[in-house]
């Protein structure tokens, strides 16, 4: 194979805002992104990551702030001159032509030597493994080669920075699966910077060196993946991050240390010079069941396969408690229980939603675990 390596830019958006009337999309928003890496922008609906995308690739203007890319401000450029290549989530691709024209249209219009033109197309297709629906149509393909063909024609570009706008939404879960392997494999091979538009935490947990986490039109944490999962600065991220979710529960100061609210067992001996109401987060897959420990009340119980979620009822209010265990654990609604801590608690501001203590300290357990 032959292909020309491309190197990646670094792109940047600094302070950007973009107002639509009274409502605000994009709140004095700064990103960095490292040339050559994969960035993924992650959020629910409506928290201003397509956006970006379209910043970056020219498609929309900011009302303030300015658009980098390799150095360069590119605010004012046409998409055209910024030398990015996007993927769409729809793939956008021309029903009247056939493979090999809709991945060559994009350097038709600019122009492209005809044997450089066919150069591209032999090593996209190659790399791709579509040399052999070259003549087909749209509509002859599956989902996933047209996810392919929308990739041949980001790849032909050679552009510095490739973005994708939730390209894999359309596909069924063992198709994505298969999919983020190729995307990513793709990224690497080419050594361009890609940025990667998800709702899907699990894309973003698998494939990114670099998360930025959107919400209501601001950067929540923005940090590898890894960080974010194991040090989230508030309970959005911990909320979000995370299957299932981190748990988050009232906590109360006693003599002995911080309880959740209504129970007796300390998560934590140590006690935080924090005045405010303070939040636990506990992840479900650090639970483990114990003789003694935090007592639940299971109401529902899930079975995966590898494991079982649990959900139980515990403390003041019975609040709701989520616990992951390997394999089957053979609870019915109704039954008690009590779980032990295998990693400390995050302990969070309740009022500012930040996290104030990564706990240093081991968790108190009362008991050794107990069989499931």
Not at 62 to 86: K, W
Not at 155 to 163: D, F, K, R, S
Request: with cysteine; net charge positive; glycine share 8%.
């Amino acid at each position: 194979m032959s292909e020309r390596p491309v190197h990646g830019a670094a792109v940047r958006l600094h302070h950007v805002t973009r107002r639509w009337g009274t409502s605000v999309a994009l709140d004095r928003v700064t990103i960095d992104v490292a040339a050559g890496s994969f960035t993924v922008l992650l959020g629910p609906s409506g928290c201003g990551k397509s956006t970006c995308l379209r910043l970056i690739a020219g498609l929309d203007e900011p009302n303030d702030g300015r658009v980098e890319i390799d150095g360069r401000d590119v605010t004012p450029v046409p998409p055209a001159a910024r030398g990015v290549a996007m993927v769409f989530q729809s793939y956008a691709l021309f029903p009247h032509l056939n493979v090999g024209e809709n991945i060559l249209f994009g350097l038709r219009a600019r122009n492209v030597g005809k044997a450089e033109r066919t150069r591209r197309l032999r090593d996209a297709a190659e790399m791709l493994g579509i040399g052999h629906l070259l003549d087909r149509r749209p509509a002859q393909l599956s989902g996933g080669q047209q996810q392919r063909v929308a990739l041949g024609r980001a790849v032909v570009a050679q552009t510095p920075v490739c973005l994708m706008d939730e390209p894999l939404s359309n596909l069924d879960a063992q198709l994505r699966a298969e999919m983020r392997r190729e995307v990513l494999a793709l990224q690497r091979r080419l050594g361009i910077t890609m940025i990667y538009v998800t709702h899907d935490q699990t894309e973003a947990m698998s494939m990114a060196d670099q998360v930025v986490l959107l919400r209501d039109g601001r950067v929540e944490q923005d940090a590898p993946p890894d960080r974010i999962y194991a040090h989230p600065e508030t309970t959005f991220a911990a909320s979000f991050i995370g299957t299932p979710p981190m748990n988050l529960l009232p906590l109360e100061r006693t003599a002995h240390g911080l309880t959740i609210a209504g129970t007796t067992t300390p998560l934590m001996t140590g006690r935080p010079d924090h005045r405010g109401p303070l939040l636990a987060g506990i992840r479900p897959e650090t639970l483990r069941l114990a003789a003694a420990g935090i007592e639940a009340r299971v109401t529902h119980s899930e079975f995966l396969g590898a494991d079982t979620i649990v959900a139980c009822a515990v403390g003041a209010g019975a609040a709701r408690l989520l616990a992951r265990l390997p394999g089957r654990a053979r609870l019915q609604p109704g039954d008690r229980v009590a779980f032990a801590l295998d990693a400390p608690p995050h302990i969070f501001d309740a009022t500012t939603s930040r996290r104030i203590v990564h706990a240093a300290e081991t968790p108190t357990r009362t008991a050794t675990p107990v069989s499931t």
